[in-house]
């Protein structure tokens, strides 16, 4: 285990609640940097070149929370994440009536991450893109159903996502 992996380790033994970013806060590090680091069964790195199926493949999962953070502020979207298309330099979100729009510059996207940590005491799963810097992009949760439980199939894809790519865990 590599001193940066033993410090997370420790942080999260003395609190398991904590988050990526407040650990990397605290250890003067990136969020990157930490997710990369956190326990194997808690982590798996997506290659680079596996954006584009994955995000082909996202609208078909049905309800997720997407979320954006910019200067402090948490921005949410609960819903199907939308199929997308290249053009003008973006992957530009297909959207009909409500739902999430916006135009993604995926070329900032160095890293991909699958992380199961537990938040607030309860299972999540999430895919998280980061920059070249190693700052968060946005994230996509798994989605809840009305009793707040996590959709089997959603869980299922996601574990067979992050067992095929375990071993690239850092």
Same mark, same amino acid.
Request: some cysteine.
């Given at each position: 285990m590599?001193?940066?992996? !033993?410090? /997370?380790?420790?942080?999260?033994?003395?609190?398991?609640?904590? #988050?990526?970013?407040? /650990? =990397?806060?605290?250890?003067? $590090?990136?969020?990157?940097?930490?997710?990369?680091?956190?326990?194997?069964? #808690?982590?798996?790195?997506?290659?680079?070149?596996?954006?584009?199926?994955?995000?082909?493949?996202?609208?078909?999962?049905?309800? !997720?929370? !997407? +979320? /954006?953070?910019? =200067?402090? $502020? /948490?921005?949410?979207?609960?819903? =199907?994440?939308?199929?997308?298309?290249?053009?003008?330099?973006?992957?530009?979100? +297909? !959207?009909?009536?409500d739902g999430l729009h916006g135009h993604l510059k995926l070329d900032v996207v160095t890293d991909i991450a699958l992380v199961s940590k537990p938040f607030m005491g309860s299972e999540s799963h999430s895919i998280q893109m980061f920059d070249g810097n190693g700052a968060i992009v946005f994230k996509i949760y798994l989605g809840r159903d009305r009793k707040r439980v996590l959709i089997p199939e959603q869980v299922a894809r996601f574990t067979e996502l992050k067992a095929e790519h375990s071993s690239q865990a850092a």
């Open positions: 590599n001193p940066l992996s !033993t410090q /997370i380790a420790e942080q999260l033994d003395g609190n398991p609640g904590l #988050m990526p970013a407040q /650990i =990397a806060a605290e250890l003067n $590090c990136s969020e990157f940097d930490v997710v990369a680091n956190l326990p194997a069964p #808690m982590v798996a790195l997506l290659p680079r070149d596996q954006l584009d199926p994955l995000l082909a493949e996202l609208p078909q999962w049905g309800n !997720t929370t !997407t +979320i /954006i953070s910019v =200067a402090g $502020c /948490i921005f949410e979207f609960k819903g =199907a994440f939308p199929r997308g298309k290249y053009g003008h330099g973006y992957y530009n979100l +297909i !959207t009909k009536g």
